[in-house]
């Protein structure tokens, strides 16, 4: 333990060594027109704020190059806690992996969080094979947000179902059909 007093205006120097340690990670950045892309989407949209919750798309949005919540939750103008959960529930779903920053001597970690280009990319292109099933079906049809691969039921399925995924339970999503 150090008996030397913190300075008022300067950082810790515990802190200052974690932030030295997150500095010496190597940061990614992230094509912009990719992740505007996937956002473009009103579906896509629906499906990632139903996986992480009403802050999914700022975080998406402004993930430029990797950085911890603390960063994130900055740039977005949100708690930090509140970026946790949802990169949390996207790590969950593949769309984020992190590295991790121990500090020696509280054993607390800094997380550097990178974005997964490759699933996000993924993730835009099922909807485009969806509309060609899709045109197989007449009138309103839904489908699960979670469930892969992807099944469409038909109103009176979804009705008779309560609205609910038959395989996990969660509540189905209505299919919107593009117009030509
Ligand atoms: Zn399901």
Not at 69 to 92: F, G, P, Q, T, Y
């Amino acid at each position: 333990m150090s008996s030397k007093k913190t300075k008022k205006k300067g950082i810790s120097p515990k802190q200052k060594e974690i932030d030295e340690e997150v500095i010496k990670v190597k940061r990614n950045s992230y094509s912009k027109k990719l992740r505007y892309a996937v956002l473009a989407s009103a579906q896509i949209r629906q499906k990632l704020i139903e996986m992480g919750g009403e802050n999914t798309i700022d975080v998406i949005r402004e993930f430029d190059k990797d950085m911890t919540d603390e960063e994130l939750a900055k740039k977005i103008a949100v708690k930090a806690s509140d970026v946790r959960v949802v990169l949390n529930r996207l790590h969950s779903y593949g769309l984020f992996t992190y590295t991790r920053v121990k500090d020696k001597d509280s054993g607390w970690y800094t997380y550097v969080w990178r974005l997964r280009e490759d699933k996000l990319r993924e993730f835009a292109q099922p909807q485009q094979e969806m509309g060609e099933v899709a045109e197989e079906y007449e009138g309103e049809i839904y489908y699960c947000p979670s469930c892969q691969p992807k099944k469409f039921v038909t109103f009176e399925e979804a009705t008779v179902g309560e609205f609910r995924c038959q395989n996990c339970g969660k509540g189905l999503v209505f299919f919107e059909r593009k117009e030509e």
